[in-house]
């Protein structure tokens, strides 16, 4: 029979099991080597014992010939535990932020599409790993989330994502591995010293380690203060950013500019993450920040990859980056179900057709109910809504005549005397 494997390997996997709520499944992010491949072995041990459902996800980049063999690697060790395995083949676009990275916001894209709301995903990191990521962030030149390196749990979309073996060492592993002869599948490209982190792998850290034994255990320990620290600024960011918001995606610019320059960049990078958008690199930040104090009149935009912001009369708008409209119209029958650019209209009208719908072209009057005519410009400015989302309204028209101004898919902001427009039920 084979060795029961070192306890502290299973307690932590008991652990991290105790935090998955009951029917809830785990998945082993499973890549076919050595710590993926034993992170599976001994959680189908421990979720057999507690009597929780386990399955295997493994991503199949196609960046390398043995890609296959990994694939078939997983598929035989699966097959042997009675696992459950997915497959799922990727697209990895290289040009965006180099191979790593887009390989892994493919392998997370994947993780996202396939493991259902709610699961946990084991991720077969460790401490070795831990320091390696910190010391890439020491030279990139980071910040504090940085410094913090790999979180031990993340919530992202619906998903809990659990790294188990943070505290354990590659060593630990291989030995627990070998102990019950493991198989695994070597990947070639751990070898290249090209990447920055086989480089930290086979070189740096194994020098550093023969002067300092202690320094993985120092380093997690490192990124550890770091995320608590991360954590607490966090935390207080969120309170202040209550007594500034303005609105969902909004805050009061003159009172965030009050504040000093590292207090601002704090807020706006915690706003950001609040409102789920990345966070802007920091020359952008230093631009967003000077731009806080621009005058009311002026429309400010700074944009950076996934997000842009807006000042516009005192306030700060975080948003993600609006597309470019093409010019557009359409024949309108007033029932719901029309496709706009914006989204399927929702919105129902009791004129008689044919009506027009189209973007805002400027000059446009409408008569309304008690208020007379009125120029929809006009309208607008009084109403404080911003230029950027002037320019994404439409327009019913009945030949020359204005009937009403709407944001598709249901919102409703002025109709004509005797006009109704009413969201669609049912």
Known sequence: MAPRPPEPLERLLNDALAETPPGRSIWVALSGGLDSSLLLLLASRVCRQAGRPLHAIHV??????????FAVHCQTLCESLEVPLTVVHVAVDSGKGGIEAAAREARYAAFRAQVPKGDDIWLAQHQDDQAETLLLA???????RGLAGMPYRRESEGL?????????????LETCARERDLRWCEDPTNRDLTFDR???????????????PKAGDALAQ?????????????????????????????????????????????LIRTFCQALHLPTPPRRRLETLVVQLGAAADASVCVAWPGAEARVWRRRLYLMAPLEPLAAWQATWNGQPGLV????????????????????????EIITLA?????????????????????????????GQTCLGVIQPPARVLWQ??????????G
């Open 60 to 69: 199949h980049h196609g960046l390398q010939a043995a890609a296959d063999d």
């Open 138 to 144: 020491v030279l990139r030149g980071s910040g504090l």
């Open 160 to 172: 809990c994502f659990i790294r188990p073996w943070l505290s354990i060492g590659r060593e630990q």
């Open 198 to 212: 086989n480089r930290l792998r086979h070189e740096v850290l194994p020098a550093v380690k023969a002067r300092w």
């Open 222 to 266: 490192s990124a550890a203060h770091a995320s608590e620290a991360d954590a607490l600024l966090g935390e207080y960011a969120r309170a202040e950013l209550e007594t500034l918001r303005l609105g969902e995606a909004c805050l009061d610019a003159a009172a965030l500019s009050a504040h000093a320059h590292p207090r601002q960049r704090l």
């Open 340 to 363: 706009t650019p914006l989204g399927t209209l929702e919105l129902a009208m009791n004129a008689r057709a044919p009506l027009t719908l189209c973007w805002r072209q400027g000059g």
């Open 370 to 398: 008690k208020r007379g005519r009125r120029d929809v410009k006009r309208l607008l400015q009084e109403a404080g809504i911003p230029p950027w989302e002037r320019e994404r309204l439409v327009m019913i028209m009945q």
């Open 416 to 425: 004509a005397a005797g006009v109704i427009i009413s969201r669609a039920t």
